[in-house]
C-alpha cells in the first residue's frame, strides 16, 4: 500500500500528522510506503522555499532528515534559518547552496502543487 500525503512546511496540522504516519509505518514496514508531496498553500508563503530546501537536501540523501527539522522548526523560514538547518544535517555547505540558490526544484514544486489540486486537494495535511 502507499500512502501519498500532500502537506505543507508551515502547517501546523502536518507536523502533527506526522506522529500517525511514523506508527503506520513502524507497524507495516514491509506493507506501506509513504510518499510526500509538496502543496504549500498560498497563507504560507514561505512553504514554497522549504519544499526546495528539502528537495535540494535530498540530493544529499538527507531528504527526511530536512523534513523532520523543517517541521519541528516551522517559523524557522528564512533563507538564512534554511541553509544553517542544512549545516546542521551535516550537508556539503557550497552544493546545498548552490541548490537552494538556483531554484531547481520550484518546477517541481509547482508540479506536485498542480498534481494534487488534479486530484481535489484543497488544503493540507490531505
Known sequence: MTI???ADFQCGFCARSRETTREILEAYPQQVRFVYRDFPIEKHPRASQ???AANCAREQDRYWGMYDLLFDNMRDTEDDQLRAH????GLDAATF???YASGRYAAEVAKDM???EAVGVRGTPA
Not at 86 to 89: D, F, G, H, I
Open 50 to 52: 522549504m519544499a526546495q
Open 114 to 116: 498542480a498534481d494534487g
Open 4 to 6: 501519498i500525503e500532500f
Open 86 to 89: 542544512a549545516r546542521t544535517l
Open 97 to 99: 547552496d548552490s541548490c
